[in-house]
């Protein structure tokens, strides 16, 4: 079945005040939001990454069917998010239901909208908050400056420092793809793990919302599309089009959860039913 491309001229919603989201300047929450992303940025290492991969993929720590584990998140708040403090579940709905609003003909683009921060879980297992929670970025080559707090977080990664990473390409090949770059670790790329392990039928357009809805630097501001093979740059608009409603639908307005989880088990058994190993 072909999947038709995103509508650029939808507007999710209509003329959004970007200027309320994403704000790592100041704010209530601001000190805690930057303490995360400082040792985020120092301890995610090429080396750090490649053991949460031999650690995490072999999805050997639980087994849960996806709808216990969206509930689960119930107990996280995010510490990395400037922009809301309740806890995660509230928003993997608001971001199906926006979705499914805009797109109700792919249920597994609502689909992808619940379980998008699933990969949370992590945190719950007692991994630290900033190997799981914020913006991801490409280890082993430049970190670039669209990079949240660049200039003051990264002094102490010995990565910055090591000819073989602090180039332009680092460790990669140009147009490598990016299925061959090491992403910093965090829920998208576990969930992502967790996803072709349990041979899940997502779409690889979904998958890609997934595995990338948090890299920043190369959804929202152009960066590192020299390591971008044509897949990546196919697949970017998708990406796109799903942050629109992972950022803008971050409201106090918590929906009804208990009302909407009928609809949202049959995308679950649809397309990752049964309990997955985690």
Same mark, same amino acid.
């Given at each position: ?19 309320k989201y994403r704000n790592f300047e100041s704010g209530a929450l601001i000190d805690r939001v930057f303490k995360t992303y400082k040792v985020m940025h120092t ?26 584990? !969206? @509930? =689960? ?12 403090? %309740? &806890? ?5 709905f608001q971001t199906a239901e926006g979705i499914r609003q805009a797109h109700p003909d792919k249920d597994w683009f609502q689909l992808v909208g619940l379980i998008?921060?699933?990969?949370? !879980? @992590? =945190? ?12 991801? %970025? &490409? ?23 090591n000819p073989s990473y602090n180039t332009e390409c680092g460790m990669y090949a140009p147009n490598c793809g990016l299925e061959k770059v090491y992403m910093s ?94």
């Open positions: 079945m072909k999947i038709l491309g995103p509508d650029p001229s939808l507007e999710y919603p209509p003329n959004p005040k970007k200027e301890k995610q290492t090429v080396d750090f990454v490649k053991q949460k991969h031999a650690e995490w993929n072999g999805c050997t720590h639980a087994q849960m069917r996806m709808m216990d584990t !969206i @509930m =689960a998140l119930d107990q996280l708040v995010d510490e990395s998010d400037p922009d809301v403090d %309740f &806890p995660n579940s509230f928003h993997a998008h921060d699933v990969g949370k !879980i @992590m =945190a719950i297992w007692n991994e630290p908050q900033w190997a799981v929670v914020g913006d991801t %970025f &490409p280890v082993g080559c430049k970190f670039q400056n669209s990079i949240v707090y660049r200039n003051d977080s990264f002094q102490d990664n010995p990565d910055d420092k670790w965090g829920h998208d790329e576990y969930l992502y793990q967790v996803m072709r392990f349990n041979n899940c039928s997502i779409p690889e357009e979904g998958l890609y919302m997934i595995r990338f809805h948090s890299f920043y630097p190369w959804h929202s501001h152009g960066d590192y599309t020299h390591l971008c093979n044509h897949k990546d740059l196919n697949m970017l608009p998708w990406v796109q089009e799903f942050n629109k409603f992972d950022l803008y639908t971050k409201t106090t307005e918590v929906p009804d959860v208990e009302e909407l989880k009928p609809y949202y088990q049959s995308l679950i058994d649809k397309y990752c039913p049964g309990v997955l190993k985690w």
